[in-house]
């Protein structure tokens, strides 16, 4: 993916509510991502040292991720760091953990990585929801989450709307395996597959449903 298209789309993501500092969220040193001192996938085994399951796995991460890594307003609003950190996935990722924080991109791809190091398949899905959405911009992605293969299924997830409509640092979970029939009244993938209905509405359609 380009670097251009990684700014352009993780510019969009803003949070309306305010988020838990880091020291609140651990609750675990020993979990801290400080800087250059531990791999991806050792994090990943820390995090899921208690879990059996690639479920309790995969929601393991989840919850660490929203306890542990707080939203990034400076970078939403800073166009030099944005350039500075999006130039690959990779990038991404490491900021996301020396700096604690992250924009939606950043919680996508930081799932998808640690689902990896412990063996769980996941995507990074781009698309569009009304939330951030406008007349003028709705023709732009602007938004990006994730999917999650589970005992042979895929489940849809948004780490940055599970932060935001939390409770403290505890996340909404409504936003962890949701429905894909309730998921696509605020979320519409670029690519209709990720809808994970049998039968996907179109864009229109979904841009003139209202949301519940």
Known sequence: MKPFYLIFIFSFCILNTPISSFAQATGNKSLKPEKGSTTTGQLARAITKNAISSEEKALAIFKWIVRTIDYDHELSASTT???????????????????????????????????????????????????????????????????VKLDGNWYLLDITWAKSHGSGYEPDTFWYRTAPKDFIFTHYPEDTKWTLLRHPISKKEFETRPAH
């Open 81 to 147: 760091l944005q350039e500075r950190i999006y130039t690959s996935e990779k990038n991404i990722i490491k900021n996301a953990l020396e700096r604690k924080k992250a924009l939606c991109g950043g919680y996508a791809f930081l799932f998808q990585e640690l689902c990896a190091q412990v063996g769980i398949s996941s995507e990074v899905i781009h698309g569009y929801t009304k939330q951030y959405s406008s007349q003028a911009n709705r023709n732009k992605v602007n938004h990006t989450w994730n999917a």
